[in-house]
């Protein structure tokens, strides 16, 4: 089970779509990092893992006081995102169909990953496919973070 957390593990840090993705969010990458081995042993049923076995399947085994420090930052910056789309949701600033329009741009994001896949015999094309995605990925969040996008409703 320890080998194929580590294999998962390893899967999700090298991933270009997440590395990009990481790139532009509030978690550091041993913040991320600790939140995903955190989360893959209780999700696989490891409850009983002490925070000392945590971190020793960091990629860079730290100690235990290391571990539990990166992953309440994590935590403290995941909670305060979500306070944020809380916030500007409930004030009128995100509407319903912004969020549908994140969806679908995850949805894309989850299909350039299965074409970037289908690249592996040619790393040229793989690195203009990550740079495509980064260039539209920026290019469709800061458009739905321009004013226009960003309005209250309109009250009578």
């Keep these: 089970m ?12 090298n991933d270009p779509v997440a590395s990009i993705l990481l790139k532009y969010s509030n978690l550091t990458k041993t913040q991320f990092e600790s939140i995903l081995i955190d989360l893959a042993t209780e999700n696989l049923s490891i409850n009983g893992l002490k925070y000392e076995e945590k971190a020793k399947i ?49 949805e894309r994001l989850r299909d350039y990953m299965t074409l970037y896949t289908s690249y592996a015999e040619d790393p040229r094309a793989q690195t203009n496919l990550l740079k495509n995605i980064e260039r539209e990925l920026f290019e469709v969040v800061e458009k739905l973070a321009k004013p226009k996008e960003l309005k209250p409703p309109k009250t009578m």
């Design 2 to 13: 320890d080998e194929e957390l580590k294999v998962w593990l390893g899967s999700a840090l």
């Design 58 to 106: 960091r990629s860079k085994a730290v100690s235990r006081g290391s571990f539990n420090r990166s992953l309440s930052q994590a935590r403290k910056n995941i909670i305060a995102s979500i306070y944020t789309v809380l916030l500007l949701s409930y004030i009128g600033l995100l509407r319903g169909s912004v969020f549908e329009e994140y969806e679908i741009l995850a």
